[in-house]
């Protein structure tokens, strides 16, 4: 534990990828194979099933602590962070612990047999035995909010670097459901790669944006420049949905999200055609809402992701259907390597034979001479439910993360309104203890109505700026929230906007942000609730 | 009616009538009592200063040309019947608590402190009275500092790694006491040690004073880049970004300060070392300083006031926030967000570039 935990410790000490990936192949060489496998499975997201909940972690802490409640939670709220709170707690007297990490992921794991009282037992025990970096590191893994300040691909680079095996090879074998109590160091590095697990995705290929921002606007002579003859371009719209990867191999089927989570069975209209298609087959897709062969927004999907069981209802208000727009398995051969072109034959051939085209759809080509033309397309994204348009290299290969050069988006502009900040909240990690998460309201009459709670969009600077603000003029406290006098005005930005009955304002927005501070605009210049009505587009 | 209170909390700064001074006055009277000479404390503007021996050459370099009396620790002054003197609060060098007693009543002014002996500050001493002003910059729990010794190990060890890796070392702290601090518990032996001017020139004002400074070289524009990196450099925290400090490079940067308790603070610093070093006491620090006074009544400024004074209140203190300008109210700058307005009370020195805080 104490190596993983100056581990993490060292890469919050630095913000130079080479120094990072320095510490993580240090780490390597220094720890035994099964260790470098649980570490590989926390900083992939894999952790081990939460053993103790919030609160009773909360509860125990606070009695080995021996403060009250209420200034447990005022401490918690200076940290930001409820593991690193209870670390500094903790009168510290242990020069750290001896378990390797593996050993105290056995323990973990091992607490699913216990009752509460030897689970109580066995974590002041432990709490007594780490030092306060340790403790820390302990609580997060404890509390399953294990993230770690370093990309996947660097730990992959440092991986690769130690075993001399191909970076996206690595990627590819540590995709997938695998535990760490089961697949070894060994299988994992072997020189030719064992294809033990049918369910194995691939990695995704992902976008890069070719405007860096919503102000930096693309002309059309910058697209000539950076992408050259629009003939060697294909592009596509840029679905709203959930990217997936959908496999078929041995008779099985697999919906694998983004986030690498394993949802087949949040998908049951998609089983039907997924089983009829060939044996070794992948595709690459967007899942959307669909009604009478047309996409809904993605607040209808919304509405049924997190639910644990898809009633009839559900299913009926907002069937799926997937668009699909690439291939990466085709009878059994990792096509990757192919050129895009070749894939869209590929996949337009599955497509031809499948018998369910209400479900397994083709995301359609736009057809475009110049970069003019396809600047006018972009204007109707919205009117197609998509967020923007796609281009992609017909030459490209389907490559792993996010590369600059063969995919770009080009997404729409974000719809924007002027609104008032009424209350705000302490950020956490490296906005601990700072004001920095708002919400925005604009006005009903003379009253102000909240409709939208946003974090970014600030410098540093202009979060002090505003931090002071609020230290200042703050009317109530309720909790950690405090009403602020309503004065600044910031521009907020947002995807798309939907009729809510959950909300107040009667509006739901998607991915609020804060796109500027209107120092400008006074707050009676801020926008009205009707003019966001108006954005619904009813 | 009953009798005023010896000291009153004004706009000006904390002041006692009857004796005819205020202590730690931010905006110009006529006598002040200074506890010690940060910024924050230390203003420009009055027509008297009283203040302890030590403090007196950095008060003239930071302020120029003041009517400034000095005392030793335990020395009476009698103001208008009001008994004066200074006692050590540890706090930096020269740093003082302010012990009023009038009628047989006592009044102790913390300004900032510290309990834990740093080696170079005259250590703390608790002094009994009856009414008692503290601060409370890092009142919470989560503060807990660890001996300073285990801290100067860590430092010391990362120094020499970047020796060996040819790395430029730079160590970022207060010029007027974490400096000075620093600068005396470094390992020599890994090599020479490099100041800033601001720094240097703090220590220049001690060494005037006679305090006694383990040897410096002060950067100037021709000092080898290679010197240096054999070395280790000392710098405020203002020089962190600055075109003076990127000329070190390639150099590791360690920050000290009690705000490096808290990742997220630490993270917002972007220091590749946060070293966990405060001139204030911690949350048990704050406790054991109070309880020792045995006071009746404890007043609690600038830091977690509304926090301290509930927990205080609670475990069967007297405790009462009163609002002053030092490191200023709750939560302005005595919060971790200090890492980023720094303070709103700097001073720009003689040097034009040394923007200085509480911490």
């Keep these: 534990m104490r190596a993983f935990a100056q581990l993490f410790l060292s890469l919050d000490e630095t913000n130079k990828t080479n120094e990072k990936v320095r510490v993580l192949k240090d780490y390597f060489n220094s720890v035994p194979d099964s260790d470098k496998m649980h570490m590989l499975a926390l900083f992939t997201g894999r952790r081990p099933k939460r053993q103790i909940n919030a609160t009773l972690l909360r509860n125990w802490a606070i009695e080995a602590s021996n403060i009250p409640v209420w200034l447990f939670e005022e401490s918690y709220q200076v940290v930001g962070d409820l593991a690193e709170t209870i670390s500094l707690l903790m009168q510290q007297t242990s020069s750290g612990s001896n378990k390797t990490l593996t050993e105290w992921i056995a323990e973990i794991n091992a607490l699913a047999d216990k009752n509460e009282e030897q689970k109580k037992l066995w974590l002041m025990e432990s709490w007594g035995m780490l030092d306060q970096q340790e403790c820390f590191v302990f609580n997060k893994i404890m509390t399953g909010g294990f993230r770690v300040g370093v990309s996947k691909n660097l730990v992959i680079k440092a991986l690769a670097d130690v075993t001399g095996l191909e970076a996206p090879v690595l990627t590819h074998r540590i995709m997938g459901s695998w535990m760490p109590e089961t697949y070894h160091f060994k299988q994992l590095v072997e020189a030719k790669g064992s294809d033990d697990d049918v369910s194995r995705p691939y990695p995704f290929f992902l976008a890069y944006p070719i405007q860096e921002t919503s102000e930096q606007q693309r002309s059309v002579e910058e697209l000539q420049n950076t992408l050259g003859d629009p003939g060697n371009w294909q592009a596509e719209w840029k679905w709203d949905g959930i990217r997936a990867q959908m496999i078929k191999r041995d008779g099985k089927i697999f919906i694998w999200s983004r986030g690498e989570d394993l949802a087949t069975e949040k998908f049951p209209e998609l089983h039907p055609f997924l089983n009829a298609l060939p044996d070794g087959t992948v595709l690459d897709g967007e899942i959307l809402s669909f009604r009478d062969g047309i996409p809904l927004p993605f607040n209808v999907l919304q509405t049924r992701i997190g639910r644990k069981n898809l009633s009839k209802k559900i299913l009926q208000d907002s069937p799926l259907a997937v668009i699909a727009y690439d291939c990466l398995e085709y009878n059994g051969e990792d096509i990757r390597p192919k050129m895009q072109s070749e894939r869209r034959k590929l996949l337009e051939e599955l497509h031809s034979e499948t018998p369910f085209p209400e479900f397994f759809r083709l995301s359609p080509l736009i057809n475009f001479n110049s970069w003019d033309e396809l600047a006018a397309k972009r204007d109707e994204s919205r009117a197609m439910i998509a967020e923007g348009i796609m281009l992609k290299r017909k030459s490209a290969t389907y490559q792993v993360g996010r590369r600059r050069g063969d995919w770009w988006k080009w997404k729409i502009d974000p719809l924007s309104v002027d609104a008032v900040m009424i209350y705000a909240q302490k950020g956490h990690g490296r906005r601990a203890d700072l004001y920095t998460d708002y919400t925005f309201a604009v006005w009903d009459g003379d009253k102000l109505v909240p409709f939208a709670k946003a974090y970014s969009g600030l410098t540093d600077q202009e979060i002090n700026k505003v931090d002071y603000f609020i230290k200042r003029n703050t009317i109530e406290k309720f909790g950690p929230v405090r009403t602020v006098k309503p004065e600044l005005v910031f521009e907020i930005g947002f995807e798309g906007i939907n009729r809510s009955t959950r909300h107040k304002s009667g509006v739901a927005l998607r991915f609020p942000r804060i796109l500027r501070w209107r120092q400008d605009k006074p707050k009676e210049e801020a926008d009205s609730l009707d003019t966001l009505k108006a954005l619904l587009g009813e | ?359």
């Design chain 2, 1 to 359: 009616m009953p009798n005023k209170p010896l000291l009153e909390f004004t706009d000006r700064g904390i002041y006692c009538e009857k004796g005819g001074f205020y202590i730690d006055p931010w905006k110009p009277v006529d006598y002040a009592v200074i506890t010690h000479a940060h910024a924050d404390h230390a203003y420009v503007g009055h027509k008297h200063y009283l203040a302890h021996h030590l403090s007196k050459q950095v008060l003239l370099y930071r302020l120029g040309e003041i009517n400034l009396q000095t005392v030793e620790y335990g020395e009476k002054i009698n103001k208008n019947g009001v008994e004066v003197s200074l006692y050590p609060a540890g706090h930096v060098i020269g740093s003082a608590q302010i012990r009023l007693e009038y009628k047989g009543k006592i009044w102790v002014v913390s300004g900032d402190y510290k309990v834990e002996d740093d080696g170079i500050s005259t250590p703390f001493e608790p002094v009994k009275c009856h009414h008692f002003i503290s601060e409370c910059t890092f009142a919470m729990p989560v503060y807990q500092w660890k001996p300073q010794v285990n801290t100067f190990d860590e430092m010391n060890n990362w120094w020499r790694n970047n020796l060996d890796n040819g790395l430029a070392t730079v160590i970022v702290g207060y010029s007027l006491g974490k400096a000075q601090r620093i600068l005396q518990n470094l390992d020599l032996s890994n090599g020479k040690v490099y100041t800033h001017g601001a720094i240097e020139n703090v220590n220049e004002a001690l060494r005037n004073n006679g305090v006694k400074l383990n040897p410096t070289e002060r950067i100037v524009y021709d000092t080898s880049k290679e010197d240096i990196r054999k070395g280790i450099v000392l710098a405020p925290p203002s020089a962190v970004g600055s075109a003076w400090m990127r000329r070190f490079a390639p150099y590791g940067f360690g920050y000290c300060s009690g705000w490096m308790a808290i990742r997220g603070a630490k993270r917002r610093r972007a220091a590749d070392r946060g070293f966990v070093l405060s001139d204030h006491a911690d949350w048990n620090g704050l406790i054991s300083a109070i309880d020792a006074t045995g006071c009746e009544c404890v007043y609690l400024t600038h830091g977690y006031t509304a926090t301290f004074s509930r927990y205080l209140s609670e475990i069967g203190f007297n405790a009462k926030e009163v609002y002053t300008l030092y490191g200023n109210e709750e939560e302005e700058n005595t919060s971790a967000s200090d890492l980023l307005n720094e303070n709103d009370n700097r001073v720009l020195s003689a040097e034009g570039n040394d923007l200085e805080g509480t911490e």
